[in-house]
């Protein structure tokens, strides 16, 4: 080893001795405010490893698979040619007068998102055990980059979208733009479950284990495979409580009606996911302090 | 400047004992009863209070289980305290096992971003400093290589060069120096020293108690999670070794369950005056003493005493295998013991084994080890190389007067 090498990187630690420095205070976790704003500016100094940890995640998922990223296609399309198999030839579900094809795969698109994210991330925790043993980072950041792997992944999915409108010349409107806000919704909405549900999992593994059958019975609890309309409108209220239809009835319409999001729906998605999101990150933060104890 | 305050500082854990006698078997029931039932409290580390001034290096040492891992994870946040508080004035890294958070699929290179960032660097500044990490782990030719093809040595090597990079205010230390070949461990040392000579405050946590010596100003010795003594490297280390010399020799997790013919009693050592002591001097006379209990008539045993460097790397044996002698043991308390005219042995600490075991099968009667070090050895005849080879000289001259001479050494 070549001495100035060394000697290179000790100058600037001698430079640095005179910048001002972070004050760190350690004490006993608890549930607060505070932990919300502090866990979010140690996020921010972190967010390079959030970015590398994302990229991360979608090159290992496609190394040394032959398919590569067409597995992101892959999923939404083979469960939209079943689903058209069964809902359009064997049981005719009414789709307001849009192919079957295309109007299952517009909302398997944010719905593979959502449930593509849950799976992942709620083992975010658990599945690190060596690192959240060992290092200390905001670790927030293995769940979030789950989602953003998912996000990366809807992106890849959403071409054959763009190609299946060609198809059966369906154009887009600028109320397609919505698509921004409602995916949005959807990122903070699955964010907080994401987050409940890998803290969760810490001490209950049992999550890890009922997640398969949870993601089934909620996507048949959402508008994928039919339309809200079907839904008998004296269950309409109770139906709205999940966030998914919200989401996925108004990026259906967006994309596929032209027209704009009915603002109601929308917002019963929106206001559960802003009051969810925070509570869910304070939650995480608490779990957080202890949880390389109970892992 | 105080770079690091910890007031009054505890931590609490939690056990759960699953009791197996009156447990129910249906799992659900049983999981409703481990709710109710009490759960024991332990406390890793209780009241302690201590600061590290800036460019200071503290050392931590004590018996496995004292607190010390649960103070490395306190202050590099992996855990949270029950109790107190903990002030960091400035950034801090800890290195506490190299390596995590490698992935066997990317590649050298890939792994250098996701680890430096997992540590707490930037992306630009990894760049900056990559050709420097690289080269300072030796693994130019490799780099576009997934790790999973890399050999052990390289992996450890790229795995400290990335965290010996960080340029951290305060360095947290645990046991990374048991690490690589000599060479790279000389390598890392020199780093450490370099950090603290450019003002990086340490803290250093290990059972190579040579090495922390050599590296720290002040050293805390903890016992059952408080600070027990606290002061000049030389004087704790002396102090935590007189206690350690007594009670850290634990059965192997392979004897336990199993009936022992013979048990190892104590094993103590003698120095060249006959004094019970765990210093002795490399070259100088010593005595290993070992004394055993036979619960039964045993034909032939072998006792052995093992040595092992801070490393963990076997440096020599006692052993009665080789005399040849039948070692017939009757039922009773006895001693073994094993002296020698110079100690080979260089400075540093050891570990040791102690077996018992009958000879000519795999059987053994009993094995423990010393989980903390046994043995100091100081310098005592100045020698240069890895063993001490006691020697006797003797000078021949010719001269005018005697034209007799026979040039001859005499080797033992």
């Keep these: 080893m070549s001495p100035d090498v060394s000697s290179s990187t000790i100058a600037d630690a001698n430079t640095r001795a005179n910048a001002p420095r972070r004050v760190t205070v350690i004490r006993a976790p608890s549930l607060s405010l505070s932990g919300l704003t502090g866990g979010l500016v140690k996020l921010a ?103 953003i792997a998912a996000l990366f992944d809807f992106a890849i999915a959403s071409t054959v979208l763009a190609g299946l409108m060609v198809y059966y010349r369906i154009g887009l409107t600028l109320n397609a733009l919505y698509a921004v806000p409602i995916i949005l919704i959807l990122t903070m909405f699955v964010t907080a479950v994401a987050l409940f549900l890998s803290a969760t999992q810490v001490r209950f593994r049992d999550i890890g284990v009922a997640m398969p059958l949870l993601l089934q019975l909620w996507m048949f609890a959402s508008p994928v495979v039919y339309p809200l309309s079907a839904v008998p409108t004296r269950l309409r209220g109770f139906y709205l409580l999940n966030p998914m239809v919200g989401v996925i009835e108004n990026f259906r319409r967006a994309i596929l009606q032209g027209s704009p999001p009915d603002f109601k729906t929308l917002g019963v998605s929106a206001l559960i996911a802003v009051v969810l999101l925070p509570a869910a990150y304070i939650y995480f933060k608490r779990v957080e302090a202890t949880v390389a104890d109970i892992i | 400047m105080i770079d690091l305050k910890l007031e ?147 992996y450890v090597r790229l795995g400290f060069s990335i965290a010996a990079h960080l340029d951290p205010d305060i360095l947290l230390l645990d046991e990374v120096l048991a690490v690589g070949d000599a060479a790279f461990q000389a390598k890392c040392l020199q780093r450490i020293g370099d950090l603290k000579r450019s003002g990086t405050t340490i803290v250093f946590i290990s059972h190579d108690l040579s090495a922390v010596e050599r590296l720290c100003d002040r050293v805390l010795l903890l016992r059952q999670g408080e600070v027990v003594a606290s002061g000049a490297p030389h004087d704790v280390i002396t102090q935590y070794q007189n206690t350690a010399f007594q009670s850290s020799q634990t059965p192997r997790a392979e004897m336990e369950n199993q009936e022992k013919l013979v048990e190892i009693g104590r094993l103590s050592f003698r120095d060249a005056g006959g004094r019970e002591t765990n210093v002795l001097r490399a070259g100088e006379p010593f005595t290993v003493s070992l004394g055993f209990t036979a619960h039964e008539r045993v034909a032939d045993a072998v006792f052995e005493v093992f040595f092992y460097s801070a490393d963990r790397e076997l440096q020599c044996q006692c052993t009665t295998e080789v005399s040849g002698r039948q070692l017939a043991l009757e039922p009773g308390a006895g001693t073994v013991e094993f002296s020698g005219p110079g100690l080979g042995l260089l400075t540093g600490v050891y570990y040791t084994d102690v077996v018992i075991k009958e000879r000519g099968t795999p059987k053994f009667f009993d094995w423990s080890q010393w989980n903390s070090a046994a043995l100091r050895v100081d310098p005592g005849r100045l020698v240069r190389g890895k063993f001490y080879m006691p020697c006797e000289w003797r000078l021949t001259q010719e001269s005018e007067a005697d034209a007799t001479a026979a040039a001859e050494t005499t080797w033992t």
Excluded: C
Excluded at chain 2, 31 to 36: A, C, I
Excluded at chain 2, 68 to 92: D, F, Q, V, W, Y
Excluded at chain 2, 123 to 138: C, N, P, Q
């Design chain 1, 45 to 147: 100094q972190y967010g390079d490893l959030l970015y590398t940890l994302s990229v991360h995640r979608i090159k290992v998922r496609y190394k040394q698979s032959l398919l590569g990223v067409s597995w992101a296609i892959l999923q939404p399309l083979s469960l939209m040619l079943i689903y058209t198999v069964i809902f359009s030839f064997i049981a005719r579900v009414e789709t307001d007068g849009v192919p079957y094809a295309v109007f299952s795969y517009v909302a398997l698109l944010p719905w593979t998102y959502f449930s593509t994210s849950l799976s992942n991330a709620t083992n975010g925790l658990v599945s690190h055990q060596e690192l959240v043993t060992k290092v200390y980072f905001p670790r927030e950041i293995l769940p979030l980059s789950y989602v």
């Design chain 2, 8 to 154: 009054h500082v505890s931590k609490r854990y939690r056990i759960r004992r699953e009791s197996e006698a009156g447990a129910a078997r249906n799992p659900l029931v049983r999981k409703l009863q481990s709710l109710r039932q009490r759960s024991e409290e332990f406390w890793a580390v209780r009241d302690v209070s201590f600061e590290v001034g800036r460019g200071e290096a503290l050392g931590i040492i004590g018996h496995n289980g004292a607190g010390k891992s649960t103070i490395l994870k306190l202050l590099s946040s992996i855990t949270a305290p029950t109790s107190g508080e903990i002030t960091i004035n400035g950034r801090l890294s800890a290195l506490i096992e190299v390596g995590s958070g490698f992935h066997p699929e990317l590649t050298g290179r890939e792994n250098i971003y996701l680890n430096g960032s997992i540590l707490g660097m930037r992306r630009r500044r990894i760049t900056e400093k990559l050709d420097s990490i690289v080269e300072f782990a030796g693994v130019r030719q490799f780099l576009d290589t997934p790790v999973k093809r890399f050999s052990s040595g390289m």
